[in-house]
């Protein structure tokens, strides 16, 4: 595909500025390529405009550069995803159609458009919605319910009575609707708690690879409208993401954890369970949340403490060393003090 500069600045919101010429690609200023369309996130990659070989650079407001078109707009890095997604669309679509190899109960509904890759099982009375795309290995248990426009990847596992929403991805080797971790004690051992509810995935939501999300006890794990999930994150029975949320990898949610809308957790975060984590907070990485998050908080930390807190704490810890040795040397010079006085007569 090859669009002109003029094209791509009126779809991402952007001003032009220098000749108006063609574009077949884009490429990062770690990697420039000639003739591509990069983007300057802020001033201090300034320096690396001058030796550039690319033909047009996306920059913020008061960015100059003689020697290339420029798409001027606020948010560079916004403008770079925007546009690559013209020239790269999200998931590759396959023609619809069921390849060979698939076991498909004769009580599923299958709009007459899905794809369903091979060696993929649908289970009874389950649906899948218009142009979804169901690729290899897929596994679609009894009742399943699956939106219009998902794309489900290789060796997805979505169990019985999940509800997946509209326009859903879900990237390979991911479990959605394993039991929760439900267990009794007793004298010798433990009584497993049947696992009867259900996950409920909203509209436009993104679940990485190797992800997990638990069904619920009773009711459901539900995911809100447009969230995004990295690879290998563990959601557990009957929690709740609220819409626009972000999720990083290898972060844990223990079970009946409540994240509010718009809330974002850090890569290798945990949470303990039955936790309330106020709309908009920001847990940075490897934090451990062990109480109620107020709305709009930044923390940090194990345990998770207010992020200018727990910043100042770190850098007290990391000069420990030295504090211990100031301390040694001050106890040292008042033993040596009270020595002298022990040893001086008194007039």
Same mark, same amino acid.
């Given at each position: 595909?090859?669009?002109?500069?003029?094209?791509?600045?009126?779809?991402?919101?952007?001003?032009?500025?220098?000749?108006?010429?063609?574009?077949?690609?884009?490429?990062?200023?770690?990697?420039?390529?000639?003739?591509?369309?990069?983007?300057?996130?802020?001033?201090?990659?300034?320096?690396?405009?001058?030796?550039?070989?690319?033909?047009?650079?996306?920059?913020?407001?008061?960015?100059?550069?003689?020697?290339?078109?420029?798409?001027?707009?606020?948010?560079?890095?916004?403008?770079?995803?925007?546009?690559?997604?013209?020239?790269?669309?999200?998931?590759?679509?396959?023609? &619809?159609? *069921?390849? #060979? !190899?698939?076991?498909?109960?004769?009580? =599923?509904? @299958?709009?007459? $458009?899905?794809? /369903?890759? %091979? +060696?993929?099982?649908?289970?009874?009375?389950?649906?899948?919605?218009?142009? &979804?795309? *169901?690729? #290899? !290995?897929?596994?679609?248990?009894?009742? =399943?319910? @699956?939106?219009? $426009?998902?794309? /489900?990847? %290789? +060796?997805?596992?979505?169990?019985?009575?999940?509800?997946?929403?509209?326009?859903?991805? *879900?990237? #390979? !080797?991911?479990?959605?609707?394993?039991?929760?971790?439900?267990?009794?004690?007793?004298?010798?051992?433990?009584?497993?708690?049947?696992?009867?509810?259900?996950?409920?995935?909203?509209?436009?939501?993104?679940?990485?690879?190797?992800?997990?999300?638990?069904?619920?006890?009773?009711?459901?794990?539900?995911?809100?409208?447009?969230?995004?999930?990295?690879?290998?994150?563990?959601?557990?029975?009957?929690?709740?993401?609220?819409?626009?949320?972000?999720?990083?990898?290898?972060?844990?949610?223990?079970?009946?954890?409540?994240?509010?809308?718009?809330?974002?957790?850090?890569?290798?975060?945990?949470?303990?369970?039955?936790?309330?984590?106020?709309?908009?907070?920001?847990?940075?990485?490897?934090?451990?949340?062990?109480?109620?998050?107020?709305?709009?908080?930044?923390?940090?930390?194990?345990?998770?403490?207010?992020?200018?807190?727990?910043?100042?704490?770190?850098?007290?810890?990391?000069?420990?060393?030295?504090?211990?040795?100031?301390?040694?040397?001050?106890?040292?010079?008042?033993?040596?003090?009270?020595?002298?006085?022990?040893?001086?007569?008194?007039?």
């Amino acid at each position: 595909m090859i669009l002109k500069l003029s094209q791509i600045a009126e779809k991402i919101g952007a001003r032009l500025e220098g000749k108006d010429i063609d574009i077949a690609d884009l490429s990062t200023l770690d990697d420039p390529q000639p003739g591509t369309l990069s983007f300057v996130a802020s001033r201090k990659y300034q320096k690396k405009i001058a030796e550039c070989p690319c033909a047009a650079l996306i920059v913020p407001p008061g960015l100059k550069s003689d020697r290339h078109s420029l798409l001027v707009m606020d948010d560079p890095y916004l403008g770079f995803a925007l546009s690559m997604r013209l020239f790269h669309p999200d998931h590759r679509r396959p023609p &619809s159609g *069921i390849q #060979a !190899g698939t076991r498909i109960d004769a009580t =599923a509904e @299958i709009a007459t $458009d899905v794809y /369903i890759g %091979p +060696n993929s099982v649908v289970g009874m009375k389950s649906r899948i919605g218009k142009r &979804s795309v *169901i690729h #290899a !290995g897929v596994y679609i248990g009894d009742n =399943a319910v @699956i939106g219009e $426009d998902c794309f /489900i990847y %290789p +060796n997805v596992v979505i169990m019985h009575n999940v509800v997946i929403g509209n326009r859903v991805a *879900i990237y #390979a !080797g991911a479990v959605i609707g394993s039991d929760g971790f439900g267990y009794a004690r007793r004298k010798n051992g433990f009584v497993k708690i049947p696992q009867a509810g259900t996950v409920v995935i909203e509209d436009d939501v993104e679940i990485g690879a190797c992800t997990t999300i638990d069904r619920a006890t009773i009711g459901e794990t539900r995911i809100g409208t447009g969230s995004i999930i990295d690879n290998l994150v563990q959601i557990a029975h009957n929690c709740r993401v609220g819409a626009g949320s972000i999720i990083c990898a290898q972060a844990g949610l223990a079970g009946t954890s409540v994240l509010g809308r718009g809330v974002t957790l850090a890569g290798q975060v945990g949470i303990a369970g039955h936790l309330e984590i106020g709309d908009g907070a920001v847990v940075e990485a490897q934090s451990g949340v062990h109480r109620d998050i107020p709305p709009g908080s930044k923390v940090f930390g194990y345990p998770a403490r207010e992020l200018l807190t727990a910043h100042r704490i770190e850098a007290i810890i990391s000069n420990l060393p030295d504090y211990i040795q100031r301390i040694r040397d001050l106890e040292r010079k008042v033993a040596e003090l009270e020595s002298k006085i022990r040893q001086e007569p008194f007039d």
